[in-house]
Nanobody
Framework: QVQLVESGGGLVQPGGSLRLSCAPIGFNWDRYAVGWFRQPPGKAREGITCISNTTGGGTTYYADSVKVRFTLSSDNSKNIVSLQMTKVEFEGSAVYHC?????????????????WGTGTLVIVSP
């Protein structure tokens, strides 16, 4: 069975930090770019970051809405991609999905997705 599993969502205060992780089951990242998307309640999905590969030296894109505050990284020993979120804002409340993408793009496109995670909920609240 092939799937992506996200973890690390939850409640965080404005200005706080949270780390999301994404692990593939049944495949590894070698052939893929990796992206993170988020969808706030009642709003459109946004591609917020994307890295062209997890093996090193990849190109990383960040949306203006998260640039400087969010960092995408990979741990190849664990086959995990993480999204470190700092200085989170109220607008950051959303369901966050990771995706295995056929190609890197800026911003990442969900039409390039081969595998889509089930999502993890982040709620930003005092």
């Amino acid at each position: 069975q092939v799937q992506l599993v996200e973890s690390g969502g939850g409640l965080v205060q404005p200005g706080g930090s949270l780390r999301l992780s994404c692990a593939p089951i049944g495949f590894n990242w070698d052939r893929y770019a990796v992206g993170w998307f988020r969808q706030p309640p009642g709003k459109a999905r946004e591609g917020i970051t994307c890295i062209s590969n997890t093996t090193g030296g990849g190109t990383t894109y960040y949306a203006d809405s998260v640039k400087v505050r969010f960092t995408l990284s990979s741990d190849n020993s664990k086959n995990i991609v993480s999204l470190q979120m700092t200085k989170v804002e109220f607008e950051g409340s959303a369901v966050y999905h990771c995706a295995a993408l056929r190609r890197w793009a800026s911003p990442p496109r969900d039409t390039d997705t081969d595998h889509w995670g089930t999502g993890t909920l982040v709620i930003v609240s005092p």
